[in-house]
Nanobody, 117 residues
């Protein structure tokens, strides 16, 4: 099993910034991908950004240029820096990691990000 602990959500004004952090523990030796996902009310969960153990990054088109993901597979931590936030970025943000050993994702409990004036 892998356990994930997230931090950094909150309320921010449009144009503001937030940094979300996630730390994984447990059977982390086979994690090959870490990322952040979000789910807005009435919508499906979607990728925000991910990073592989090889250093490859993927960003959703909606956040490109505003979001930067960083990950450390030695310490099993993944952060996402979000700038120039918009009201449409409001969602519950989830940290997700993929374990190659068991062939599944593990998810954090989610952290609320609200962008509003």
């Amino acid at each position: 099993q892998v356990q994930l602990v997230e931090s950094g959500g909150g309320l921010v004004q449009p144009g503001g910034s937030l940094r979300l952090s996630c730390a994984a523990s447990g059977r982390t030796f086979s994690i090959i991908s870490m990322g952040w996902y979000r789910q807005a009310p009435g919508k499906e969960r979607e990728l925000v950004a991910s990073i592989s153990s090889g250093g490859d990054t993927v960003y959703a088109d909606s956040v490109k240029g505003r979001v930067t993901i960083s990950g450390d597979f030695a310490t099993n931590t993944v952060d996402v820096q979000m700038n120039t936030l918009r009201p449409e970025d409001t969602a519950v943000y989830y940290c997700g990691v993929y374990s190659a050993a068991v062939g599944r994702y593990y998810w954090g409990q989610g952290t609320q990000v609200t962008v509003s004036s």
